[in-house]
């Protein structure tokens, strides 16, 4: 078959006429010396002793000539075409067969087998082409770039997805030297579910009159959502089996810190970190001498919380290695975006809970060989939230019934869902490390100087809003902005407890169902804007 072929190559362009004449005379030869490949394939009954002499007589006349072919290929191609051989070659269907065989041929395993040199190229050809299309699909972050995936379960994107805003990696730069007053990430927009005033969510004038008289409370939500994505996505590349949570907290709360640009009450943590493993659903975070370490078993639900003026975001989500625990991580995910779906101005807050644990317990688990229906947790709930207040009075429930209390507009509600393999009902249990000045709290005096001393600091640094035994230790006990490196509360034991008993500071111990148990957590920030609901905390993790 290489007669046709080495013809077209040596034939000049200015005999293409010539060429074309001559084209069916050759082919005739052409059959005359060699079955055709198109034939064989085709399944025509030739001769097999003739099938395998013509391929064997033109593998010899490629290997004499195989260099002289490489040289050419493409001169041959660009010959083909400038000739017509293309429509030659359809109308008698061996020209076709000869070009396929130089390509590299697949239908004939026996005239592959004896191509020698010319099949080993045509293989390698098309291993580098499958090369080539396997490297063109370079995974991209949704919405931005990053590269880095986080080494446990439950959150999906790269870790380090704040590059996109000009974050260094670590970021180490405060979220608002990257954004220009009034520009901070707009949060996921949702309509509200009922159609409770359609001149609410249409009309351009209530937007205008939204965005002047909001946005100024806006932009400090979104800027301490932004600080608690991007803290969030930097904690998401280092949890992992090994590392002890007291340090997981540490190197958390340090970014927190740094990104927000703590500056006292006006910007800062606005809760201690949780890190509630297995059976313990929430309010678990390690004081000093708890060397507690993450294993590759565990069920950990990290919440923390960031504040800007006093515009707080509480969100969290469960961290897991083990696949098995997908269902259950999935479960406490999904009930917490079906109620977010569901919340909006004028939606009672029964109905909320009510969809959420229709979905919630749809779900069943698989641990170890033993199946476990998913439970919500029936006294946990989500609750609204205020300046400084991180429990504002509404509570919204993740079980059907309660309260017909409904969303109004300009209220902050964290919508946050248990799912648990156990009873679905917790109680305080384990050392207490969670604690927070009552909101309301009286005025009530004092018998302990150090209780009054103590009480001042909290004041001072941390107004209303929640904190740890840790952050007392600390040598800015807790605000370096505040007391610099002379804070740290000595010997406060005795005076906390008088705190706690006198009702002026209320303790949080952890919350835990029955022990062997698994409970996941997922949580967000919401706003009933007059427009819409906005997801605040919404992150492209989950």
């Known amino acids: 078959m290489m007669k046709f072929r080495c013809a077209v190559d040596t034939c000049p362009h200015n005999l293409q006429s010539k060429m074309m004449a001559g084209l069916e005379a050759e082919v005739d030869d052409l059959e005359e010396d060699a079955p055709p490949a198109q034939e064989v394939e085709d399944g025509e009954e030739d001769a097999e002793e003739d099938v395998e002499e013509g391929a064997g007589a033109a593998a010899d006349k490629e290997g004499a000539s195989s260099s002289k072919k490489k040289k050419k290929k493409k001169k041959k191609k660009k010959s083909a075409s400038v000739a017509g051989e293309a429509p030659a070659a359809a109308a008698t269907g061996e020209a076709k067969g000869d070009v396929e065989e130089v390509d590299g041929e697949e239908g004939d395993p026996d005239a592959a ?9 045509a293989a390698k050809k098309r291993k580098k082409k499958k090369k080539k299309k396997g ?6 972050c949704p919405g931005g770039t990053g590269s880095k995936v986080a080494p446990a379960r439950g959150v999906t994107g790269f870790t380090d997805s704040y590059v996109r805003h000009g974050q260094t990696e670590p970021p180490t730069i405060p979220v608002e030297d990257l954004f220009e007053e009034g520009s901070f990430p707009e949060g996921e927009i949702l309509e509200h579910p009922r159609d409770f005033n359609s001149f609410r969510i249409t009309s351009e004038e209530k937007r205008a009159e939204e965005r002047l008289q909001y946005a100024g409370l806006y932009d400090k ?9 991007q803290v969030r996505r930097h904690a998401q590349s280092y949890i992992k089996p090994g590392i002890k949570l007291i340090d997981m907290c540490t190197m958390l709360e340090e970014k927190n810190r740094e990104l927000v640009r703590e500056n006292g009450l006006d910007a800062g943590i606005a809760f201690p970190t949780g890190c509630s493993l297995n059976h313990v659903a929430a309010h678990y975070t390690p004081n000093n001498g708890d060397d507690t370490v993450l294993k590759h078993g565990d069920v950990m639900k990290v919440d923390f919380g960031t504040q800007v003026e006093g515009r707080i975001i509480d969100c969290a989500w469960t961290v897991s290695f083990d696949p098995q625990f997908d269902p259950l991580l999935e479960a406490a995910r999904e009930a917490t975006n079906t109620g977010i779906r569901n919340a909006g101005i004028d939606v009672p807050l029964n109905e909320v809970g009510a969809a ?3 979905v919630m317990e749809s779900y069943e688990v698989e641990i170890n060989g033993t199946t476990y229906p998913v439970k919500s947790v029936r006294n946990l709930n989500g609750h609204s939230i205020g300046p400084y207040e991180i429990h504002a009075g509404k509570n919204v429930p993740i079980v059907k019934g309660g309260d017909a209390t409904r969303m109004e507009e300009g209220e902050f509600f964290a919508i946050e869902t248990f799912g648990s393999t156990g009873r679905g ?7 207490c490390s ?19 001393q103590l009480l001042s ?3 001072k640094t941390f107004g209303t809003l929640a904190f740890c035994r840790r952050w007392l230790e ?7 902005t505040i007391n610099g490196v002379s804070g740290k509360q000595e010997k406060y034991v005795g005076a906390l407890k008088q705190l706690c008993d006198s009702g002026l500071v209320n303790a949080y111990p952890p919350l835990c169902d029955v022990r062997g148990s698994y409970v996941a957590q997922y949580e967000h920030t919401i706003l009933m804007r007059p427009t819409c609901v906005e997801v605040l905390s919404r992150g492209d993790d989950f």
Not at 135 to 140: D, E, K, L, N, W
Request: charged share 30%; proline share 8%; glycine share 10%.
């Open 113 to 121: 087998a004896d191509a020698g040199e010319t099949g080993a190229g």
């Open 457 to 459: 600091h909290i004041n």
């Open 425 to 431: 009902h917790v109680v305080e249990d384990l050392e």
């Open 221 to 229: 939500a979104r800027k301490a959502a932004e600080v608690h994505r």
């Open 434 to 452: 969670h604690y927070m000045k009552d909101f309301n709290a009286p005025r009530v005096p004092l018998r302990l100087p150090k209780a009054r």
């Open 135 to 140: 490297s063109a699909g370079v995974p991209t």
């Open 474 to 480: 600390r040598p800015d006990g807790g605000s370096t």
């Open 356 to 358: 959420i644990q229709e």
